[in-house]
Protein backbone atom coordinates (compact mmCIF):
# COMPACT_ATOMS: atom_id res chain seq x y z
CA UNK A 1 0.00 0.00 0.00
CA UNK A 2 1.44 3.57 -0.65
CA UNK A 3 -0.12 7.19 0.93
CA UNK A 4 0.40 9.55 -2.19
CA UNK A 5 -0.76 13.27 -1.74
CA UNK A 6 -3.62 12.26 -4.44
CA UNK A 7 -4.84 8.92 -2.37
CA UNK A 8 -4.70 10.47 1.09
CA UNK A 9 -6.92 13.65 -0.31
CA UNK A 10 -9.42 11.20 -1.94
CA UNK A 11 -9.71 8.84 0.68
CA UNK A 12 -10.06 12.00 3.43
CA UNK A 13 -12.64 13.46 1.02
CA UNK A 14 -14.83 10.14 0.58
CA UNK A 15 -14.82 9.72 4.89
CA UNK A 16 -15.29 13.72 5.21
CA UNK A 17 -18.58 13.15 3.09
CA UNK A 18 -19.68 10.41 5.32
CA UNK A 19 -22.10 11.80 7.68
CA UNK A 20 -22.60 8.63 9.52
CA UNK A 21 -18.19 7.92 9.81
CA UNK A 22 -17.86 11.84 10.77
CA UNK A 23 -21.07 11.17 13.81
CA UNK A 24 -19.38 7.88 14.95
CA UNK A 25 -15.52 9.42 14.90
CA UNK A 26 -17.10 12.53 16.39
CA UNK A 27 -18.53 10.51 19.74
CA UNK A 28 -16.38 7.33 20.20
CA UNK A 29 -12.96 10.03 20.11
CA UNK A 30 -14.83 12.44 22.57
CA UNK A 31 -15.84 9.47 25.02
CA UNK A 32 -12.17 8.31 24.50
CA UNK A 33 -10.73 12.50 25.20
CA UNK A 34 -12.81 12.80 28.39
CA UNK A 35 -12.41 8.98 29.99
CA UNK A 36 -8.61 9.69 29.54
CA UNK A 37 -8.79 13.07 30.97
CA UNK A 38 -11.09 11.99 34.12
CA UNK A 39 -8.58 9.02 34.80
CA UNK A 40 -5.77 10.77 34.85
CA UNK A 41 -7.04 13.75 36.93
CA UNK A 42 -7.81 11.33 39.80
CA UNK A 43 -4.14 10.71 39.85
CA UNK A 44 -1.99 13.23 42.50
CA UNK A 45 0.77 12.76 40.29
CA UNK A 46 -0.20 12.46 36.76
CA UNK A 47 2.28 14.63 35.41
CA UNK A 48 5.31 13.61 37.52
CA UNK A 49 4.55 9.98 36.45
CA UNK A 50 4.26 10.78 32.43
CA UNK A 51 8.00 12.48 33.17
CA UNK A 52 9.37 9.48 35.03
CA UNK A 53 7.60 7.22 32.44
CA UNK A 54 9.38 9.10 30.04
CA UNK A 55 12.90 8.71 31.80
CA UNK A 56 12.11 5.08 32.07
CA UNK A 57 11.45 4.56 28.29
CA UNK A 58 14.57 6.35 26.99
CA UNK A 59 16.67 4.71 29.65
CA UNK A 60 15.33 1.53 28.53
CA UNK A 61 15.73 1.98 24.64
CA UNK A 62 19.63 3.50 25.33
CA UNK A 63 20.05 -0.53 26.48
CA UNK A 64 18.03 -2.29 24.32
CA UNK A 65 20.25 -5.19 23.18
CA UNK A 66 21.34 -5.52 26.82
CA UNK A 67 17.87 -5.85 27.96
CA UNK A 68 16.27 -8.03 24.83
CA UNK A 69 19.04 -10.40 25.73
CA UNK A 70 18.12 -10.59 29.40
CA UNK A 71 13.95 -11.13 28.17
CA UNK A 72 15.34 -13.92 25.88
CA UNK A 73 17.50 -15.48 28.73
CA UNK A 74 14.98 -15.45 31.35
CA UNK A 75 11.79 -16.37 28.57
CA UNK A 76 14.14 -19.51 27.87
CA UNK A 77 14.24 -20.30 31.43
CA UNK A 78 10.73 -20.56 31.59
CA UNK A 79 10.16 -22.74 29.19
CA UNK A 80 9.21 -20.24 25.98
CA UNK A 81 11.04 -20.54 22.53
CA UNK A 82 12.36 -17.42 21.43
CA UNK A 83 12.74 -16.35 18.17
CA UNK A 84 14.40 -13.06 16.52
CA UNK A 85 12.63 -11.44 13.31
CA UNK A 86 14.52 -9.01 11.30
CA UNK A 87 11.73 -8.40 8.90
CA UNK A 88 7.98 -8.71 8.76
CA UNK A 89 8.52 -11.89 6.12
CA UNK A 90 11.11 -13.13 8.22
CA UNK A 91 8.70 -13.06 11.53
CA UNK A 92 5.29 -14.54 9.11
CA UNK A 93 8.32 -17.45 7.87
CA UNK A 94 8.85 -18.30 11.94
CA UNK A 95 4.84 -18.51 12.61
CA UNK A 96 4.12 -20.31 9.56
CA UNK A 97 6.87 -22.84 10.13
CA UNK A 98 5.00 -23.60 13.36
CA UNK A 99 1.81 -23.77 12.33
CA UNK A 100 2.96 -26.35 9.84
CA UNK A 101 4.93 -28.50 12.10
CA UNK A 102 1.89 -28.63 14.62
CA UNK A 103 -0.50 -29.53 11.77
CA UNK A 104 -2.53 -26.12 12.69
CA UNK A 105 -5.49 -25.51 10.19
CA UNK A 106 -7.42 -23.35 12.36
CA UNK A 107 -5.78 -20.33 14.84
CA UNK A 108 -7.11 -17.42 16.89
CA UNK A 109 -5.75 -14.47 17.33
CA UNK A 110 -5.96 -11.89 20.24
CA UNK A 111 -5.42 -8.20 19.17
CA UNK A 112 -1.85 -7.35 17.78
CA UNK A 113 -0.62 -4.58 15.81
CA UNK A 114 2.67 -6.03 15.31
CA UNK A 115 0.84 -8.96 13.21
CA UNK A 116 -1.36 -6.40 10.95
CA UNK A 117 2.28 -4.57 10.39
CA UNK A 118 3.63 -7.66 8.67
CA UNK A 119 0.85 -8.82 7.45
CA UNK A 120 0.32 -12.23 9.10
CA UNK A 121 -3.08 -13.62 8.53
CA UNK A 122 -2.70 -13.15 4.29
CA UNK A 123 0.83 -15.34 4.82
CA UNK A 124 -0.80 -17.93 7.10
CA UNK A 125 -4.04 -17.88 4.22
CA UNK A 126 -1.34 -19.05 1.87
CA UNK A 127 -0.28 -21.68 4.48
CA UNK A 128 -3.60 -23.21 4.48
CA UNK A 129 -3.92 -21.83 7.92
CA UNK A 130 -7.40 -19.77 8.46
CA UNK A 131 -6.66 -17.02 11.27
CA UNK A 132 -9.93 -15.98 13.25
CA UNK A 133 -10.00 -12.86 14.80
CA UNK A 134 -11.25 -12.62 17.86
CA UNK A 135 -10.69 -9.27 19.50
CA UNK A 136 -14.75 -7.83 18.58
CA UNK A 137 -13.56 -5.42 16.85
CA UNK A 138 -11.14 -6.82 14.60
CA UNK A 139 -13.64 -9.28 14.05
CA UNK A 140 -15.95 -7.42 12.45
CA UNK A 141 -13.63 -5.48 10.72
CA UNK A 142 -12.70 -8.86 9.66
CA UNK A 143 -15.75 -9.93 8.42
CA UNK A 144 -15.95 -6.90 6.35
CA UNK A 145 -12.76 -7.99 4.66
CA UNK A 146 -11.38 -4.34 5.88
CA UNK A 147 -8.53 -3.21 8.16
CA UNK A 148 -8.81 -1.64 11.57
CA UNK A 149 -9.06 2.33 11.67
CA UNK A 150 -8.21 2.89 14.80
CA UNK A 151 -4.85 1.74 17.55
CA UNK A 152 -7.49 0.50 19.87
CA UNK A 153 -10.99 0.69 18.29
CA UNK A 154 -10.50 -1.17 14.90
CA UNK A 155 -14.27 -1.08 14.18
CA UNK A 156 -14.52 2.66 15.12
CA UNK A 157 -15.99 3.35 11.64
CA UNK A 158 -19.03 0.97 11.71
CA UNK A 159 -22.40 1.88 12.84
CA UNK A 160 -24.60 -0.83 14.73
CA UNK A 161 -26.48 -1.42 11.55
CA UNK A 162 -23.61 -2.53 10.00
CA UNK A 163 -22.29 -4.64 12.42
CA UNK A 164 -26.19 -6.36 12.82
CA UNK A 165 -25.78 -6.91 8.76
CA UNK A 166 -22.14 -8.27 9.17
CA UNK A 167 -23.03 -10.71 11.95
CA UNK A 168 -26.48 -12.06 10.37
CA UNK A 169 -24.66 -12.91 7.53
CA UNK A 170 -22.15 -15.24 9.54
CA UNK A 171 -25.50 -16.32 11.50
CA UNK A 172 -27.82 -17.31 8.71
CA UNK A 173 -30.41 -15.83 10.73
CA UNK A 174 -31.43 -11.63 10.48
CA UNK A 175 -30.47 -9.77 13.59
CA UNK A 176 -31.55 -6.46 14.92
CA UNK A 177 -29.76 -3.64 15.00
CA UNK A 178 -31.49 -2.62 18.58
CA UNK A 179 -30.71 -5.34 20.35
CA UNK A 180 -27.01 -5.29 21.56
CA UNK A 181 -27.43 -7.95 23.81
CA UNK A 182 -28.46 -10.54 20.87
CA UNK A 183 -25.64 -9.19 18.92
CA UNK A 184 -22.95 -9.58 21.44
CA UNK A 185 -24.07 -13.41 22.21
CA UNK A 186 -24.22 -14.08 18.29
CA UNK A 187 -20.53 -12.93 18.38
CA UNK A 188 -19.55 -14.79 21.32
CA UNK A 189 -21.62 -18.30 20.11
CA UNK A 190 -19.30 -18.19 16.63
CA UNK A 191 -16.16 -17.32 18.58
CA UNK A 192 -16.48 -19.79 21.57
CA UNK A 193 -16.47 -22.54 19.10
CA UNK A 194 -13.14 -21.34 17.24
CA UNK A 195 -11.70 -20.95 20.66
CA UNK A 196 -12.34 -24.59 21.27
CA UNK A 197 -11.40 -26.05 17.83
CA UNK A 198 -7.97 -23.99 17.51
CA UNK A 199 -4.46 -25.74 16.81
CA UNK A 200 -2.80 -22.34 17.72
CA UNK A 201 -3.11 -18.91 19.58
CA UNK A 202 -1.51 -15.82 18.20
CA UNK A 203 -1.17 -12.80 20.19
CA UNK A 204 0.82 -9.73 20.57
CA UNK A 205 2.20 -8.12 23.65
CA UNK A 206 1.91 -4.70 25.55
CA UNK A 207 4.98 -5.54 27.51
CA UNK A 208 8.19 -8.09 27.49
CA UNK A 209 9.32 -7.80 31.03
CA UNK A 210 13.27 -8.40 30.76
CA UNK A 211 13.53 -9.43 34.60
CA UNK A 212 11.25 -12.48 34.51
CA UNK A 213 10.91 -13.36 30.40
CA UNK A 214 7.26 -12.39 30.91
CA UNK A 215 4.83 -11.28 27.93
CA UNK A 216 2.09 -9.35 29.74
CA UNK A 217 -1.24 -8.45 27.36
CA UNK A 218 -3.88 -6.22 28.10
CA UNK A 219 -7.24 -6.72 26.84
CA UNK A 220 -10.87 -5.02 27.96
CA UNK A 221 -12.86 -8.47 26.77
CA UNK A 222 -11.06 -11.75 27.78
CA UNK A 223 -10.49 -12.58 24.12
CA UNK A 224 -6.49 -12.85 24.73
CA UNK A 225 -6.93 -15.31 27.91
CA UNK A 226 -8.59 -17.80 25.22
CA UNK A 227 -6.15 -17.22 22.66
CA UNK A 228 -3.36 -18.16 25.41
CA UNK A 229 -4.34 -20.41 27.18
CA UNK A 230 -6.75 -22.68 25.08
CA UNK A 231 -5.01 -23.96 22.22
CA UNK A 232 -1.78 -26.29 22.75
CA UNK A 233 0.67 -23.94 20.64
CA UNK A 234 0.47 -19.99 22.12
CA UNK A 235 2.66 -17.35 19.61
CA UNK A 236 3.28 -13.83 20.66
CA UNK A 237 4.83 -11.22 18.09
CA UNK A 238 6.08 -8.37 20.03
CA UNK A 239 8.33 -5.33 18.61
CA UNK A 240 11.62 -5.29 19.92
CA UNK A 241 11.34 -1.54 21.83
CA UNK A 242 8.12 -2.94 23.90
CA UNK A 243 10.59 -4.20 26.78
CA UNK A 244 10.69 -3.16 30.23
CA UNK A 245 13.65 -4.08 32.22
CA UNK A 246 11.67 -4.81 35.77
CA UNK A 247 8.21 -4.90 36.79
CA UNK A 248 8.89 -1.35 38.13
CA UNK A 249 9.00 -0.41 34.99
CA UNK A 250 5.96 -2.46 33.71
CA UNK A 251 3.82 -1.10 36.74
CA UNK A 252 4.04 2.48 35.71
CA UNK A 253 3.53 1.52 31.73
CA UNK A 254 0.39 -0.75 32.74
CA UNK A 255 -1.20 2.36 35.03
CA UNK A 256 -0.51 5.43 32.29
CA UNK A 257 -1.75 2.53 28.96
CA UNK A 258 -5.10 1.70 30.85
CA UNK A 259 -5.44 5.47 31.82
CA UNK A 260 -4.43 6.86 28.75
CA UNK A 261 -6.41 3.93 26.63
CA UNK A 262 -9.93 3.90 27.61
CA UNK A 263 -9.70 5.60 31.41
CA UNK A 264 -9.49 3.29 32.99
CA UNK A 265 -7.17 2.59 36.62
CA UNK A 266 -6.69 -0.73 35.32
CA UNK A 267 -7.62 -2.88 31.87
CA UNK A 268 -9.99 -5.38 32.74
CA UNK A 269 -8.13 -7.94 31.92
CA UNK A 270 -3.94 -7.84 32.31
CA UNK A 271 -2.37 -11.34 31.95
CA UNK A 272 1.39 -12.47 32.50
CA UNK A 273 2.28 -15.21 30.38
CA UNK A 274 6.12 -16.40 31.68
CA UNK A 275 6.23 -19.81 29.50
CA UNK A 276 4.22 -22.58 29.20
CA UNK A 277 1.71 -24.27 31.56
CA UNK A 278 3.68 -25.88 34.18
CA UNK A 279 2.56 -29.86 35.39
CA UNK A 280 0.84 -29.06 38.20
CA UNK A 281 -1.20 -25.96 36.04
CA UNK A 282 -5.24 -27.06 35.23
CA UNK A 283 -4.89 -25.59 31.81
CA UNK A 284 -2.47 -23.56 29.19
CA UNK A 285 -0.32 -24.03 26.44
CA UNK A 286 2.36 -27.03 26.11
CA UNK A 287 4.50 -24.92 23.43
CA UNK A 288 5.21 -20.90 23.96
CA UNK A 289 7.04 -19.35 21.22
CA UNK A 290 7.67 -15.15 21.74
CA UNK A 291 8.79 -13.68 18.36
CA UNK A 292 10.68 -10.35 18.57
CA UNK A 293 9.80 -8.36 15.46
CA UNK A 294 12.57 -5.80 14.40
CA UNK A 295 10.82 -4.84 10.97
CA UNK A 296 13.26 -1.20 11.16
CA UNK A 297 13.17 -0.44 14.59
CA UNK A 298 16.46 -1.01 15.21
CA UNK A 299 17.89 1.30 12.73
CA UNK A 300 15.87 4.11 14.93
CA UNK A 301 17.67 3.36 17.68
CA UNK A 302 20.35 6.48 17.92
CA UNK A 303 18.60 8.91 15.53
CA UNK A 304 17.01 11.84 16.00
CA UNK A 305 13.58 9.16 15.09
CA UNK A 306 14.40 6.96 18.32
CA UNK A 307 11.90 8.40 20.41
CA UNK A 308 9.25 7.27 18.07
CA UNK A 309 10.04 3.64 19.82
CA UNK A 310 8.80 5.36 23.37
CA UNK A 311 5.10 4.73 21.81
CA UNK A 312 2.33 2.17 24.12
CA UNK A 313 0.02 2.29 21.09
CA UNK A 314 -2.40 3.73 23.70
CA UNK A 315 -4.35 5.69 21.11
CA UNK A 316 -4.66 8.88 22.93
CA UNK A 317 -3.10 11.11 19.84
CA UNK A 318 -5.22 9.77 17.95
CA UNK A 319 -8.79 10.83 19.38
CA UNK A 320 -7.41 14.49 20.00
CA UNK A 321 -5.68 15.14 16.80
CA UNK A 322 -8.02 17.16 13.90
CA UNK A 323 -7.20 15.34 10.93
CA UNK A 324 -7.22 11.65 12.31
CA UNK A 325 -10.98 12.94 13.69
CA UNK A 326 -12.09 14.51 10.05
CA UNK A 327 -9.95 11.76 7.60
CA UNK A 328 -10.40 8.80 10.31
CA UNK A 329 -8.38 6.03 10.24
CA UNK A 330 -8.23 3.99 6.58
CA UNK A 331 -7.35 7.66 5.15
CA UNK A 332 -3.64 6.79 6.07
CA UNK A 333 -3.40 3.47 4.25
CA UNK A 334 -1.70 1.74 7.53
CA UNK A 335 -2.05 -0.03 10.18
CA UNK A 336 -0.57 3.08 12.46
CA UNK A 337 -2.50 5.92 11.59
CA UNK A 338 -3.51 9.32 13.30
CA UNK A 339 -0.22 11.05 14.69
CA UNK A 340 1.62 8.07 15.10
CA UNK A 341 1.05 6.67 12.11
CA UNK A 342 2.19 9.79 10.52
CA UNK A 343 5.24 9.48 11.65
CA UNK A 344 6.15 5.44 12.66
CA UNK A 345 4.75 4.40 8.92
CA UNK A 346 7.03 6.35 6.95
CA UNK A 347 9.82 5.16 8.99
CA UNK A 348 8.87 1.47 8.81
CA UNK A 349 7.98 1.67 5.66
CA UNK A 350 9.38 4.17 3.49
CA UNK A 351 8.81 7.53 3.18
CA UNK A 352 8.98 7.52 -0.54
CA UNK A 353 5.64 5.52 -0.36
CA UNK A 354 3.63 7.58 1.92
CA UNK A 355 5.08 11.17 1.59
CA UNK A 356 1.41 12.64 2.43
CA UNK A 357 1.50 11.42 5.78
CA UNK A 358 4.23 13.55 7.23
CA UNK A 359 1.71 16.58 6.31
CA UNK A 360 -1.41 14.78 7.86
CA UNK A 361 -0.82 17.36 10.41
CA UNK A 362 -2.12 20.72 11.98
CA UNK A 363 0.62 20.78 14.11
CA UNK A 364 -1.20 21.82 16.38
CA UNK A 365 0.49 19.90 19.07
CA UNK A 366 -2.13 18.49 20.78
CA UNK A 367 -0.89 14.94 20.08
CA UNK A 368 2.20 15.71 22.39
CA UNK A 369 0.06 17.16 25.13
CA UNK A 370 -1.98 13.94 25.69
CA UNK A 371 1.10 11.13 25.00
CA UNK A 372 1.62 9.27 27.98
CA UNK A 373 5.46 9.41 27.14
CA UNK A 374 5.56 12.87 25.94
CA UNK A 375 6.59 11.94 22.64
CA UNK A 376 7.23 14.98 20.70
CA UNK A 377 5.48 13.80 16.96
CA UNK A 378 5.33 17.62 15.84
CA UNK A 379 9.21 17.92 15.94
CA UNK A 380 9.14 14.37 14.01
CA UNK A 381 6.76 15.47 11.63
CA UNK A 382 8.73 18.35 10.52
CA UNK A 383 12.41 16.36 10.30
CA UNK A 384 10.12 14.22 7.87
CA UNK A 385 9.32 16.81 6.04
CA UNK A 386 12.64 17.94 5.88
CA UNK A 387 14.07 14.55 5.13
CA UNK A 388 11.43 14.74 2.09
CA UNK A 389 13.41 17.61 0.81
CA UNK A 390 16.86 16.81 1.18
CA UNK A 391 16.10 13.32 -0.41
CA UNK A 392 14.34 14.64 -2.95
CA UNK A 393 10.98 12.69 -1.98
CA UNK A 394 8.86 15.44 -2.46
CA UNK A 395 7.08 16.04 -5.74
CA UNK A 396 8.27 18.66 -7.92
CA UNK A 397 5.12 21.17 -8.58
CA UNK A 398 5.21 21.26 -4.48
CA UNK A 399 8.86 21.64 -4.10
CA UNK A 400 8.72 24.51 -6.85
CA UNK A 401 5.90 26.07 -5.26
CA UNK A 402 7.96 25.87 -1.69
CA UNK A 403 10.48 27.20 -3.08
CA UNK A 404 9.15 29.77 -4.85
CA UNK A 405 7.09 31.08 -1.97
CA UNK A 406 10.36 31.33 0.33
CA UNK A 407 12.34 33.16 -1.89
CA UNK A 408 9.16 35.48 -1.81
CA UNK A 409 8.74 35.57 1.53
CA UNK A 410 13.02 36.19 2.16
CA UNK A 411 12.75 39.45 0.09
CA UNK A 412 10.20 42.25 1.25
CA UNK A 413 9.88 44.45 -1.77
CA UNK A 414 8.96 41.16 -3.64
CA UNK A 415 6.56 39.89 -0.95
CA UNK A 416 5.21 43.33 -1.09
CA UNK A 417 4.55 43.52 -4.89
CA UNK A 418 3.24 39.78 -5.03
CA UNK A 419 0.48 40.76 -2.28
CA UNK A 420 -0.52 43.63 -4.25
CA UNK A 421 -0.72 41.62 -7.14
CA UNK A 422 -2.57 38.97 -6.28
CA UNK A 423 -5.08 40.92 -4.44
CA UNK A 424 -5.86 42.89 -7.85
CA UNK A 425 -6.05 39.27 -9.15
CA UNK A 426 -8.27 37.68 -7.15
CA UNK A 427 -10.87 40.72 -7.13
CA UNK A 428 -13.40 38.73 -9.55
CA UNK A 429 -13.34 35.63 -7.65
CA UNK A 430 -13.84 37.08 -4.22
CA UNK A 431 -17.71 37.42 -3.26
CA UNK A 432 -18.28 38.00 0.94
CA UNK A 433 -14.97 38.08 1.69
CA UNK A 434 -14.54 34.35 0.16
CA UNK A 435 -12.66 33.21 -2.15
CA UNK A 436 -14.51 31.29 -5.10
CA UNK A 437 -11.75 29.92 -7.67
CA UNK A 438 -13.13 27.87 -10.49
CA UNK A 439 -12.25 23.95 -10.33
CA UNK A 440 -8.75 23.43 -11.37
CA UNK A 441 -7.60 26.27 -10.38
CA UNK A 442 -9.09 25.56 -6.70
CA UNK A 443 -6.20 24.42 -4.32
CA UNK A 444 -8.78 23.01 -1.25
CA UNK A 445 -11.16 21.67 -2.74
CA UNK A 446 -14.28 21.30 -0.49
CA UNK A 447 -12.84 23.49 1.45
CA UNK A 448 -13.58 27.76 1.09
CA UNK A 449 -11.01 30.09 1.72
CA UNK A 450 -11.13 33.58 2.75
CA UNK A 451 -9.46 36.25 0.25
CA UNK A 452 -6.37 38.10 1.41
CA UNK A 453 -7.55 41.23 2.93
CA UNK A 454 -7.87 44.45 1.15
CA UNK A 455 -4.97 46.03 2.96
CA UNK A 456 -1.79 44.11 4.30
CA UNK A 457 -1.08 44.72 7.85
CA UNK A 458 2.05 46.79 6.86
CA UNK A 459 -0.39 49.47 5.32
CA UNK A 460 -2.98 49.34 8.59
CA UNK A 461 -0.08 49.91 11.02
CA UNK A 462 1.52 52.80 8.97
CA UNK A 463 -2.31 54.17 8.72
CA UNK A 464 -2.85 53.78 12.25
CA UNK A 465 -5.74 51.32 11.73
CA UNK A 466 -4.38 48.89 14.53
CA UNK A 467 -3.90 51.07 17.35
CA UNK A 468 -7.69 51.20 18.66
CA UNK A 469 -7.42 47.64 18.66
CA UNK A 470 -4.39 46.78 21.44
S1 LIG B 1 2.39 8.37 20.42
FE1 LIG B 1 1.85 8.55 22.59
S2 LIG B 1 -0.34 9.06 22.55
FE2 LIG B 1 0.14 8.23 20.51
S3 LIG B 1 -0.31 6.04 20.65
FE3 LIG B 1 1.88 6.31 21.14
S4 LIG B 1 1.96 6.46 23.38
FE4 LIG B 1 -0.17 6.82 22.78
Redesign the pocket.
Known amino acids: MTTTFAQFRQRANVAIKDIRLQKALDTATDNFIRARNRALAELPNADSLRDHFKAIRSATLGQLAHHLETFERNAVSAGAQVHWAGDGTEACEIVVEIARRHGVKLATKGKSMATEEIHLNEALAEAGVEAVETDLGDFLVQLAGETPSH?IAPAIHKTREQVAALLSREAGRPLSADDLSALTAEARRILRERFLTAGMGISGGNIAVAETGSVVLVTNEGNGRFVTSVPPVHVAIIGIEKVAPTWDEAAVWLSLLAR?TAGQPLSIYTSILTGPARADDPDGPEEVHVVLLDNGRSQLVGTKYEEVLQ????????NVCPVYREAGGHAYGSPYCG??GAVLTPLLFGLEDYEALPHASSLCGA?KD????R?D?PRMLLELRTDEVTEGVLPWRERKTEEGAAFVLRHQKLMRFVSAAVRLAQRPFVRDDVLNLPGPLNPTPGRQLPGLAKHSFREMWKAGELEDKG
Not at 311 to 318: M, N, P, T, V
Not at 370 to 373: G, R
Request: contains cysteine; glycine residues 6%.
Open positions: ISCIRCGACLPICVCPAIL
